[in-house]
């Protein structure tokens, strides 16, 4: 999924930004600011695959970024390409002073923390905005809720929320060029393999199976869904 949580969050940036104009009911604020008035703040919430590359796009617009991750030694990483960062911060001092927030914070399989809370949300600047890229996982902000590219929008005290799910939809041609360059060595190994040998000669693809044959075989998901979780490999072997 990393090519698409790249398109994902470089679109993110580029939703947000366009969020932010006046009649879009943002702020009126350019990200990047212009000769004698300052930059917009862009936090993003998750130094992932998501959040490094909103914070490549969003640096790119010249705009003022910090990125929270709990990893240090993903921050480690973030701070060579993008400087200092921080794992040790006022989440609600960074939340009041954001003009866009992006929501790149993943736990695979399983529903997204909620990080932001509706308490939060009032410390926010009025026409400020929030960009839930997590909403495919439930969201890490506790107003969001998914919506379309037909209506992508809704208002919660004062703040605009841009919470489309699957977000590479958008762009449908560079997300099937992205998915297809990773997903095709393995739609291969199938066809020539058969799924059984192909999952068992690979443990990386056999550790993505979700379901077979009824059968839960991804933890996460199981747990998520208080189903029973059967190891995928016995799953496999018995059927």
Do not use: W
Not at 1 to 14: E, K, T
Not at 27 to 43: Q, T
Not at 125 to 146: L, M
Not at 156 to 173: L, S
């Amino acid at each position: 999924l990393a090519p698409m949580s790249a398109v994902a969050g470089r679109m993110s940036v580029q939703a947000g930004a366009h969020c932010l104009e006046k009649n879009q009911k943002g702020r009126g604020v350019l990200l990047g600011g212009a000769p004698g008035g300052e930059p917009a703040n862009v936090l993003i919430l998750g130094g992932g695959v998501v959040g490094e590359n909103a914070a490549t796009i969003a640096t790119g617009m010249q705009a003022k970024v910090h990125i929270v991750d709990k990893s240090e030694a993903r921050l480690k990483q973030l701070v060579k390409v993008f400087g200092e960062q921080s794992d040790k911060i006022d989440l609600k001092k960074l939340v009041a002073e954001a003009d866009l927030i992006v929501g790149g914070v993943l736990i695979p399989g399983a529903e997204a923390p909620k990080l932001v809370t509706k308490d939060m949300l009032k410390l926010m600047k009025k026409g400020s905005v929030i960009v839930d890229v997590a909403i495919d996982q439930g969201g890490c902000v506790e107003t969001s809720k998914p919506t379309t590219f037909n209506d992508p929008t809704f208002i919660v005290d004062n703040v605009v929320h841009y919470c489309v799910a699957n977000m590479p939809g958008g762009v449908p041609r560079t997300s099937t060029i992205a998915l297809n360059q990773v997903t095709l060595p393995y739609l291969v190994k199938l066809a020539n393999k058969g799924y059984k040998k192909a999952l068992n000669d690979d443990r990386n693809f056999l550790a993505g199976l979700n379901i077979h044959k009824g059968l839960i075989t991804y933890k996460s998901v199981a747990d998520t869904f208080d189903y029973e979780f059967t190891d995928p490999k016995i799953a496999i072997k018995n059927s």
